[in-house]
């Protein structure tokens, strides 16, 4: 299964620090894209990186993206206590262009 | 449209029978995306429509799963025989052009519960 696995499962920390997650996946991709969930709802796109870049910057967002180690990671400063949510990374695939692939999420907590 | 909109927002259901979601997409987007999202856990692609092309069925999880779109307008999921490992939250997504370039904008999902 292409299916991403990020981490943390779960982050708790202080409102004001960084938070950083992690994801990985398995297999070769076109593109990989970080999405947010609150609780209840569905999911809203962050950022979007190509696998020909490294480092993408939105905002207080970070994202970098590593290929040879099929991984990324998503930096979030100066968290605020709406941070609060679930985060998702999404692939897809060299050989299935349709599908999208999410990992199983990371929950932050940003404690005000 | 002003968003990706579902309904029913909750669906709570006997085990055995029949269920149908629906989800309206953002007007003018061609392509649209089912998943389930179980409690806890990530999403798993359900199915794909894009434009008139055949839909990509690959990610439904058995025959009782069944899901029609008309046109670039509103699609239905169906559940026949419910079962309990059914329930989790139905997330529909819908983008411009169908390429993994392209952002997915969700629907707010519906939860089913079978009981």
């Known amino acids: 299964s292409q299916q991403g696995e990020e981490d943390p499962q779960a982050l708790s920390i202080q409102e004001g620090e960084n938070a950083t997650m992690n994801c990985s996946y398995k297999?070769?991709?076109?593109?990989l894209q970080w999405y947010r969930q609150n609780s209840g709802r569905g999911l809203v796109h962050l950022i979007l990186?190509?696998?020909?870049?490294r480092e993408k910057h939105s905002g207080r967002l970070r994202v970098t993206l590593d290929t040879s180690k099929k991984s990324s990671s998503l930096l979030i400063t100066a968290s605020r206590a709406a941070d609060t949510a679930s985060y998702f990374c999404?692939?897809?695939?060299?050989?299935?262009?349709?599908?999208?692939?999410f990992g199983t999420g990371t929950s932050l907590t940003v404690i005000p | 449209g002003a968003g990706v909109s579902q309904s029913p927002s909750n669906k709570v259901t006997e085990k055995g029978k029949d269920v149908e979601l629906r989800c309206d997409p953002i007007?003018?987007?061609?392509?649209l995306y089912w998943y389930r999202q179980r409690l806890g856990q990530g999403l798993e692609f359900l199915i794909y429509?894009?434009?008139?092309?055949?839909?990509?069925k690959s990610g439904l999880p058995s025959d009782r799963f069944s899901a029609e779109r008309t046109g670039e307008s509103v699609s239905t999921l169906t559940i026949q025989r419910t079962q309990q490992e059914d329930s989790a939250v139905y997330l529909c997504?819908?983008?411009?052009?169908?390429?993994?370039?392209?952002?997915?904008?969700f629907g707010p999902g519906t939860r089913l519960t079978v009981l």
């Open positions: 429509f894009q434009g008139n092309s055949a839909p990509d």
């Open positions: 997504a819908s983008t411009r052009f169908g390429g993994s370039t392209d952002t997915q904008y």
């Open positions: 990186i190509r696998s020909n870049e």
């Open positions: 007007s003018g987007h061609t392509a």
């Open positions: 297999t070769s991709i076109n593109n």
């Open positions: 999404a692939t897809d695939s060299l050989n299935t262009g349709n599908q999208f692939y």
